[in-house]
């Protein structure tokens, strides 16, 4: 063989041996940058298995380092001031001291004066390795940071000993320079202290709810004993409660609060019989106890313990945690205006309070399960100036005021009625919505136009009929006609009337479907706060009021953010004064005309709810929004239960109780204020219905034999005496207004028709 033929056999075997996809050495024939070379082309010239291990682990060798460094930069610091603070000062809105919370409520206990048992309940809920970790849990860290990332909600994977290092040495704040402190200062705790030290630490330093910070008072608190004989049982309660003590608190959890508590009680005594702490027997022996009702502490009494835990939820709502309020430090000064507040808590007494009998349970079984809550505002600042939470601390924890478990019945409807005026809703024979469009009254006339039937009876199965079997929206909602409100939740869409709730300021919660006709009854639930703030925002002229009892917070690390609560235009100026201006109808002529006075214009709205379980009265003049509410609640169950028959009278309707207490109050709280009337020029009240002709008439005033039954179907007509002449009585056909809901309540007088009314009814 040739040289030449050598050199070409040569090449051929280069070629065959050339690597898949790249370029025999040759190159013959080819061009290009690269070609023939050999050489990774692109992006693989600079990303190499090589170049990615080699960053990987210098970045691993720069974190250690790092750890390093930080370990032996970071000291552990003095215990924070908030876990040597005595008290919090409360402000009335003058500045003066309306109270303070006493000292801290805290007593150390040593490590052996705790129940073994109960010692290891808070292992077995917190941190079941904690005898064996160095102080932080890695794993544990890792399945908390993947849970929060992945939506699954929020979950900490802190230690018993990380948990320690925040309540003593550092504070709550959610960040990751604390987050990072703690960890490097717990594994300096773990090499310094001893395990059962740090249990000890973290037992006295926790916050329980109730005030109650460390073992000793939650045993105090929660059960009335000292820690040495807590069981096993209230030992595991106390554990499962210190997750979320203000949700978990048996005394004013909710439904939801009760299960989870239950849940994590249950997975404590569970997780020591895995840990071989418990025996399997025993541990299907062992139920809940419940703790006893919480007792108020010193300066807390009468309203003051409401007020203070109005302004803490706030606070909390603003991001401050409930256990650095509890923890002292704060002047709070808030909105309550002494001499209004006082007014207030006077109405109750007189117009409620004195007229119940709650000691002679015999006599009167129904007084003792009547709650009242009360909120006023100012609508121009939302300023909450005034609050009734209960009969005292002592008696009632929880504030009626904030409670969020009655529904508002139909103080809700003016909802209604602006989701109709704003989104030019028309009725199902195509008329827009206005105060004076017709609708039928008829009791139990099922809607038209939902997927969902609904045929509901208006109160006392009355019907209202003024033109044929039609009645205006204006007297629909003076006597609170179902019948016409449920069908203009229709024909205004259900769903839409659901965000103006929420718009308006309502919360969504459980039983609001946004597609039920039945909302126009006010199914869902709601507090007074949230129906002041409504009711707030139509007289702002539709400008979006929140209420705030807190004008100013601050203590040595922080101050508070105020609440805006004066926001945006939610709603169109016209729409909120059209609304105001049928509501003063309501006062006028229909059933809260009991508030009336020549002393200010009012516009309201009854309300009371099925089985009259809960009455309500919604009011407000341009200067002063007052909600007005009843609760019927069993003593011992908290179950909801009637008030039919309190003070031994009948159905406690919106304009009984409620509206008595609004009244009293109102007039007192502007005593001596150059009250104005309200200025309404964008309402539109729509174009008046005709008069009805002699036939409708006579039709509609149809008297019964005195013997006969009175017909859902064919109205009847009043007694002289029930009734009052005014033309815009809703109802010719019916003898007696209903109390709270269509008209007002028996035993009181219907307005004077031959008065003079500087505020005449408007058309």
């Known amino acids: 063989m040739g040289r030449a033929e050598a050199r070409r056999a ?72 908030e876990a040597t603070l005595q008290s919090n000062v409360y402000q009335w809105s003058d500045g003066s001291v309306m109270t303070r919370t006493g000292k801290y409520n805290r007593e150390i206990l040593p490590f052996d004066k705790v129940p073994e048992d109960v010692r290891t309940t808070f292992i077995a809920i917190e941190n079941k390795n904690f005898y064996k970790d160095q102080g932080i849990d890695f794993k544990g860290l890792v399945r908390g940071f993947l849970s929060t990332v992945t939506g699954k909600g929020k979950a900490g994977g802190s230690t018993i000993t990380q948990q320690y290092v925040k309540n003593y040495y550092l504070n709550q704040d959610q960040t990751a320079t604390r987050k990072l402190k703690e960890m490097v200062i717990s594994l300096k705790t773990d090499q310094k202290l001893g395990k059962n030290e740090i249990l000890e630490g973290y037992m006295n330093t926790s916050y329980f709810g109730r005030g109650a910070y460390g073992i000793q008072a939650a045993a105090q608190a929660y059960y009335g004993v000292d820690a040495q004989k807590l069981t096993l049982e209230q030992g595991a309660y106390l554990a499962a409660v210190l997750q979320a003590p203000s949700s978990y608190d048996w005394a004013t959890a909710g439904p939801n609060g009760k299960r989870l508590v239950m849940v994590r009680f249950n997975a404590t005594l569970d997780n020591m019989v895995g840990m071989g702490k418990l025996d399997e027997a025993k541990r299907k022996t062992l139920h809940f106890q419940e703790p006893i009702k919480p007792k108020p502490a010193p300066g807390r009494e009468g309203q ?34 002494k001499k209004k507040q006082a007014a207030l808590e006077k109405a109750v007494n007189d117009e409620l309070e004195s007229k119940l009998e709650r000691k002679n ?82 009791s139990g006339r099922p809607v038209v136009g939902s997927d969902t039937p609904f045929s509901p009876e208006n109160q006392d199965q009355q019907n209202y009929w003024d033109i044929g079997h039609s009645v205006t929206v204006q007297k629909a909602t003076n006597s609170s006609v179902n019948s016409v409100y449920a069908q203009m939740t229709v024909d205004a869409k259900p769903e839409k009337v659901k965000e103006m709730g929420l718009n308006l300021g309502m919360r969504d919660r459980d039983g609001w479907p946004a597609d039920k006709p039945a909302m126009a009854l006010g199914t869902m639930s709601a507090s007074t706060v949230e129906m002041a703030g409504v009711y707030a925002t139509f007289d702002h002229h539709g400008k979006k009021v929140t209420p705030s009892i807190i004008k100013s917070a601050q203590n040595h690390a922080r101050t508070y953010r105020p609440v805006q609560t004066i926001g945006d235009q939610v709603i169109d100026t016209s729409t909120a004064d059209t609304v105001t201006k049928v509501l003063t109808g309501v006062v006028t002529d229909g059933s809260g005309n009991k508030v009336y006075s020549d002393a200010y214009q009012a516009a309201g709205k009854t309300g009371t709810t099925e ?35 309190t003070a031994g009278l009948g159905r406690a309707g919106g304009s009984s109780f409620p509206a008595a207490i609004w009244k009293a109050y109102t007039l007192a709280a502007l005593s001596g204020v150059d009250t104005v009337k309200f200025e309404l020029p964008d309402a539109d009240m729509g174009t008046p219905p005709p008069s009805p002709t002699p036939t ?45 809901h269509s008209s007002p309540n028996p035993g009181h007088s219907s307005p004077n028709p031959t008065r003079t009314n500087p505020f005449p009814p408007f058309p």
Request: charged share 20%; no cysteine; aromatic share 8%.
């Open 10 to 81: 040569q090449q051929q075997r280069g070629t065959r041996r050339a690597p898949r996809g790249r370029a025999p050495k040759s190159g013959r024939g080819k061009s290009g940058a690269g070609a023939g070379t050999g050489k990774r082309t692109g992006i693989r010239r600079f990303f190499t298995w090589k170049k990615i291990l080699g960053a990987f682990f210098g970045m691993v060798l720069l974190g250690m380092a790092a750890a390093v460094g930080l370990y032996f930069y970071v000291d552990a610091p003095k215990p924070n001031e």
């Open 304 to 337: 003051k313990g409401y007020l203070m835990e109005a302004a803490d939820a706030e606070l909390n709502r603003q991001g401050v945690p409930k256990a650095a309020i509890d923890a002292g430090g704060w002047t709070i000064k808030l909105n309550i205006d």
């Open 361 to 442: 349970t015999a006599e009167r079984p129904i007084d003792q399960n009547v709650q009242a809550g009360a909120t006023s505002v100012d609508p121009k600042t939302g300023a909450i100036v005034a609050m009734y939470g209960g009969t005292g601390q002592g008696e009632k924890w929880s504030s009626n005021a904030l409670r969020t478990d009655f529904q508002p019945g139909s103080t809700f409807k003016p909802v209604v009625l602006a989701t109709a005026l704003q989104n030019g809703a028309k009725t199902q024979d195509g008329k827009p919505i206005t105060p004076s469009t017709l609708y039928d009254g008829t």
């Open 611 to 645: 089985s009259n379980v809960a009455a309500w009265f919604t009011g407000y003049t341009p200067e002063l929004v007052t909600v007005v509410a009843m609760f019927g609640e069993e003593v011992g169950t908290g179950k909801q239960v009637t008030l039919t028959g």
């Open 696 to 740: 409708q008439t006579a039709s509609a005033s149809r008297t019964p034999s005195p013997s006969s039954t009175r017909s859902a179907s064919a109205p009847v007509t009043p007694s002289p005496t029930a009734t009052s002449s005014r033309s815009a009585n809703p109802n010719p056909g019916t003898s007696s207004p209903n109390p709270g």
